[in-house]
Structures are given as structure tokens and as C-alpha cells.
């Protein structure tokens, strides 16, 4: 069974701060996807990224970073310079490569970033 | 386009009523689910379907039922609502490539009460 894990409840930092994001998940699947979505108070669910199993380089996207390492099976996020319109839920989420498994798209709990002005 | 819409946005219930979640999406995506969100329990997945005519459950398919008649809706139907089915119910959906699929796109949510 896949399971994703975000031991993170919540996180506050002050603005201007680094904060990293952790993802641990659990998978039989030799191929498999690893999503990071946003969720503002607005509520929306805002896609971040999509990474696959066999691509470890770590993804820079402006003051986003994800550093995916299988060994530890993990798929961490880090906000750099963090600013105050960072503040959401951050979900972490997991599927299969193929067949069933790449249907059943599992979220972890999430993690609820404040950063603080 | 219009993307992911869902209807209603509000609804309250009271206990042992019946009604249905409506969730369309115009981007004629193969891959559609239904997630409901719970205070400290993350995105759970109800039920999903992968085309038209074809569904499977999720973690949390109990007291929900789906269809899938065409490619565009995907309802949710709660048959005999319980207040534990209270939450915001999130569609959303998805295309694939090579076989997995890729980002998916989120409607705005219902939020659903049940007294």
C-alpha cells in the first residue's frame, strides 16, 4: 500500500526565513510520481510539481527547491527568503507508474506554514 | 475553458438525507476522483474513475457512491448522509502520459454539513 507522510502539523517561521517541508512516503511500485500542491486560505488547491521515480536531481523553481532522494524516501520542499504570501497548507501526494497503483493519487496530511512579518 | 467546477459550494444536510455533488470538468480529461478534507487528515481519495463507464474506490469509499457516464461528470452521491460525512469534498482531475498521470486540477470545493 502507498502511504505518504507529513510529520510536520505546522510550521511558523519569521518572514525572510529558510524553511523546509518534509515528505516521507512508502511505495512497493518501482515507478512512481511524487506532487507538491499549495493550498492558500483561499482554499484553491494550486499544483506545484510533479516528480518521477527515477529523476533525482534536486528542482529549483525561484525560491522553491525540492530535494528528492530515494534513499531515504523522501521528497523534501524548502522555501527560500520565505514570504508572508507563502503562508498555506503544503500537501505532499503519491502515485503508482502504471495500472492500478497510478490511479489511487495519495496525499499526505499536509503542513500548515505560517511566516510571520 | 472552465476547468473543474463543482456545485453546489455550500450545502448543509441533516441526517439520513439524500443528495448529490456535481463535478464537471471541460478539459476532456480521462482521469477524475473525489477527495474529501478533514481538519488534521489531509486529502483522503473517495472513489476515482479512469474513463467513462469505469470507477474504483479510493481509501474512504463508505456511504458514497459515483458514476461515470460520460467524460466530462463525475457526481458523488451520498445516500444517506451521517454527520461524520461533514467536510469539504474536493473534485478534481487528470490526464496521463505513457500510462501515470500528471498534475491534477482541482475544482473549488464543496463544503458539506450534516446535522
Known amino acids: 500500500a502507498q502511504k505518504v507522510t507529513q510529520a510536520q502539523t505546522e510550521i511558523s517561521v519569521v518572514e525572510k526565513e529558510d524553511v523546509t517541508l518534509d515528505c516521507v512516503y512508502e511505495t512497493r511500485d518501482t515507478t512512481y510520481y511524487l506532487f507538491w500542491y499549495k493550498q492558500p486560505p483561499s482554499g484553491e488547491l494550486v499544483f506545484l510539481i510533479r516528480?518521477?521515480?527515477?529523476?533525482?536531481q534536486n528542482e529549483i523553481s525561484g525560491r522553491y527547491s525540492w530535494n528528492f532522494q530515494k534513499s531515504t524516501s523522501s521528497f523534501n520542499f524548502t522555501i527560500t527568503a520565505s514570504q508572508v504570501v507563502d503562508s498555506a497548507v503544503y500537501f505532499c501526494?503519491?502515485?503508482?507508474?502504471?495500472?492500478?497503483?497510478?490511479?489511487?493519487?495519495?496525499f499526505g496530511s499536509g503542513t500548515r506554514l505560517s511566516i510571520r512579518p | 475553458n472552465a476547468g473543474v467546477t463543482q456545485t453546489p459550494k455550500f450545502q448543509v444536510l441533516k441526517t439520513g438525507q439524500s443528495m448529490t455533488l456535481q463535478c464537471a470538468q471541460d478539459m476532456n480529461h480521462e482521469y477524475m476522483s473525489w477527495y474529501r478534507q478533514d481538519p488534521g487528515m489531509g486529502l483522503r481519495l473517495i472513489h476515482y474513475?479512469?474513463?467513462?463507464?469505469?470507477?474504483d474506490q479510493g481509501e474512504v469509499p463508505n456511504g458514497y457512491n459515483v458514476s461515470r457516464s460520460t467524460t466530462e461528470d463525475f457526481p458523488l452521491r451520498l445516500l444517506s448522509a451521517a454527520p461524520s460525512q461533514t467536510s469539504v469534498y474536493f473534485c478534481?482531475?487528470?490526464?496521463?502520459?505513457?500510462?501515470?498521470?500528471?498534475?491534477?486540477?482541482f475544482g473549488p470545493g464543496t463544503r458539506l454539513t450534516v446535522l
Open positions: 478534481a482531475s487528470s490526464y496521463s502520459e505513457s500510462g501515470a498521470y500528471n498534475e491534477q486540477f
Open positions: 516528480r518521477n521515480s527515477f529523476d533525482e
Open positions: 474513475s479512469v474513463g467513462a463507464g469505469i470507477t
Open positions: 501526494a503519491l502515485s503508482g507508474g502504471a495500472g492500478s497503483s497510478a490511479s489511487k493519487i495519495i
